[in-house]
């Protein structure tokens, strides 16, 4: 069973800095899909980025795309997310998920609920 903490969330002005983290426990992230979801206030879960750690590909949603960076650090099994240029838009609550299927990262159509683990979530609040 593998239990996923968020933290690293805060306030922000428009253009400033967050790096979310999102550290492993029970189960090494190797060979994993993992990935952040956001909910921002009466939305549902938006994938906004996600790496398989097997061979390290990414995929970023169009939203976040050239501002926000997925990366992994295998020793301390741990997920991160470099936000910069941050907008009042990416405001929401932001989770991390994992899934040991190796395809899961290229499977369309499914959610942040088909993970097989998920974090509790870390708040990013984005001021203009």
């Known amino acids: 069973q593998m239990q996923l903490v968020e933290s690293g969330g805060g306030s922000v002005e428009a253009g400033g800095s967050l790096r979310l983290s999102c550290a492993a426990f029970g189960y090494s992230i190797s060979n994993n899909c993992m990935g952040w979801f956001r909910q921002a206030p009466g939305k549902g879960h938006e994938e906004v980025a996600n790496?398989?750690?097997?061979?390290?590909?990414?995929y970023y949603s169009d939203s976040v795309k050239g501002r926000f960076t997925i990366s992994s650090d295998n020793v301390k099994n741990t997920l991160y997310l470099q936000m910069n240029s941050l907008k009042p838009e990416d405001t929401g609550m932001y989770y991390c998920?994992?899934?040991?299927?190796?395809?899961?990262?290229?499977?369309?159509?499914?959610?942040?609920?088909?993970?097989?683990?998920r974090g509790r979530g870390t708040q990013v609040t984005v001021s203009s």
């Open positions: 998920a994992a899934d040991y299927r190796r395809t899961w990262c290229m499977t369309r159509g499914r959610g942040f609920y088909d993970f097989a683990y």
């Open positions: 790496v398989y750690i097997g061979d390290g590909s990414t």
